[in-house]
C-alpha cells in the first residue's frame, strides 16, 4: 500500500490476540503499523510484534527486493512495536537504529543490547535527511511511553505518530474511527491528558497532510475531525451531551432500578448507554464515562463495601484521570446499605465532579418511593 510516493505501509494484521496488552478485547483484530520512506538513503519506521516478524521481514523484502535499509526508526519501545527488532538486526546488520536515549536503555533492558555500534541517538528538533525527505524528530513522553518519539516526514507532510491517533480493528481508513479510537486512547493513554496536549501543542505548528500511526488506519483527510477529539479527549471535555448508567447487580434488583433509569432519561430524549458491569467490556464502559458528561452509577452493597465488578470499574476511571462530570448514585442493600458511601469516597480522588442532590437508595427491591426517586433523578440529570 502507497501512503505518498516514496512512503509505503509493510505492517501487519493480527487477528488471533484475544486481549490486547493483556486486557483490552479486540474482536476486530488490531495492526501493528510499519512504513518504509525509499529515498537515496531508505528508512523504516518501526518493527512489529514478535509473532509477525517474519511477515514483516517479507513485506519489508517485497518493497526493497535486494536494497539494504539504512535506518530502522524506533518510535515505540512497547513490545507490539519492538519485539522484531531482532528480526530486523540479523536481516539487515549494517542499518543503523534512530530511537531516543531511552529507548535504547530500553533495548538494553529488552534485548540485553543497546546495539551501541549502530546507535543514532535524537531528540527534540533533530532531523535526519534521507535525500529528498527531511525527518524531523518530536520527543511525546508518555503518549505512551516515557522513550516515545514522533517524526515528521517535512517533505510529504506526514506525521508518523507513534501510539497515537491509533484504533483497535483493520487499517482500513473507511470503517468507522471514534469509538475504538477512544476505547484505545482512554484505556491506554488516557492517564496522560497533560503530554498528549503538549504534543497536540507541537503538531498544531506543523503542516500536516497524513497522520501515519502505529495502529489503525493511515488518516488521509479530515484531519481536523480527528485533532479535534484527541483534544476533547486530552483535556478531559466530554465530547458531547449524554449519560452512561453502569450498573452492578447480584439479584437483578439493582439491573431493574438501572434499566428504569435508562428507560427514563431515554424518554426525556437523552442520549444514553447502559453497561453490565460484571458482562460487558468494562472497557467500552470506561469510554463511555469519558465520552459523556454524565455517569450513573448503581451498585449493591457487597461485603460492606460495594460490589467487586463496580470496584472494579471505578478503579479504571479515576487512573485514567476522570474528571469535569456529574455523578449520580443508585445504590441497594438488604441491611446497612454502604455503596454509594463507598462509590463516592472512591471517586473523591477525581477532580471536578458534581454528584447530583439525590442519590436513590433501595432496600432489596424497588417500590412506589425508589420508582419515584429514580424519576427524581431522571429530572435532575436532564436539567
Ligand atoms: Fe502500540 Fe504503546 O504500544
Redesign the pocket.
Known amino acids: 500500500m502507497n501512503i505518498t510516493e516514496d512512503i509505503k505501509y509493510i505492517g501487519v494484521s493480527d487477528g488471533a490476540t484475544d486481549l490486547f496488552e493483556g486486557q483490552y478485547s479486540i474482536p476486530n483484530g488490531i495492526t501493528y503499523n510499519s512504513y518504509i520512506i525509499l529515498d537515496e538513503m531508505c528508512a523504516v519506521m518501526d518493527s512489529v510484534d514478535a509473532a509477525f516478524g517474519s511477515e514483516w521481514i517479507s513485506n519489508l523484502k517485497a518493497v526493497l527486493g535486494a536494497r539494504v535499509p539504512d535506518y530502522l526508526i524506533v518510535q515505540?519501545m512497547?513490545p507490539?512495536?519492538s519485539a522484531s527488532i531482532i528480526d530486523f538486526i540479523r536481516e539487515y546488520p549494517t542499518a543503523k537504529i534512530v530511537a531516543s536515549r531511552a529507548a535504547f536503555a530500553m533495548m538494553r533492558g529488552f534485548f540485553c543490547n543497546d546495539f551501541a555500534d549502530r546507535q543514532v541517538v535524537v531528540t527534540e528538533g533533530d532531523t535526519l535527511s534521507l535525500g529528498r525527505h527531511t525527518l524531523q524528530f518530536l520527543t511525546a513522553p508518555m503518549v505512551?511511553?516515557p522513550e516515545v518519539i514522533m517524526t515528521y516526514d517535512v517533505t510529504d507532510r506526514v506525521l508518523f505518530s507513534a501510539?497515537g491517533f491509533?484504533r483497535f480493528g483493520s487499517a482500513c481508513e473507511d470503517e468507522p474511527w471514534a469509538d475504538e479510537a477512544r476505547r484505545y486512547y482512554i484505556g491506554?493513554v488516557g492517564k496522560y491528558g497533560k503530554q498528549v496536549e503538549a504534543v497536540l501543542k507541537k503538531a498544531g505548528a506543523l503542516d500536516i497532510e497524513i497522520i501515519a500511526p502505529?495502529?489503525g488506519p493511515v488518516l488521509t483527510h479530515d484531519l481536523g475531525l480527528y485533532l479535534g477529539l484527541y483534544s476533547k479527549w486530552a483535556s478531559y471535555t466530554p465530547e458531547e451531551r449524554g449519560v452512561t448508567v453502569a450498573y452492578a447487580s447480584v439479584y437483578g434488583n439493582t439491573a431493574k432500578a438501572a434499566v428504569a433509569l435508562y428507560e427514563e432519561l431515554k424518554a426525556r430524549g437523552e442520549r444514553v448507554t447502559l453497561f453490565d458491569l460484571a458482562r460487558c467490556d468494562v472497557h467500552e464502559a470506561i469510554a463511555s464515562a469519558f465520552r459523556f458528561d454524565r455517569l450513573v452509577l448503581a451498585a449493591p452493597t457487597y461485603n460492606a463495601d460495594v460490589f467487586p465488578a463496580m470496584k472494579h470499574y471505578i478503579l479504571g476511571l479515576v487512573e485514567r484521570g476522570f474528571t469535569k462530570r456529574t455523578v449520580g448514585l443508585i445504590e441497594n442493600g438488604s441491611w446497612a446499605p454502604r455503596a454509594a458511601a463507598v462509590m463516592k469516597g472512591m471517586l473523591a480522588e477525581s477532580k471536578d465532579i458534581t454528584f447530583t442532590e439525590g442519590t436513590v437508595k433501595i432496600t432489596s427491591a424497588l417500590n412506589s418511593e425508589t420508582k419515584a426517586a429514580l424519576s427524581a433523578l431522571a429530572d435532575e440529570l436532564c436539567k
Open positions: 515505540h512497547e507490539d512495536h505512551h511511553w501510539d491509533g491506554i502505529l495502529h
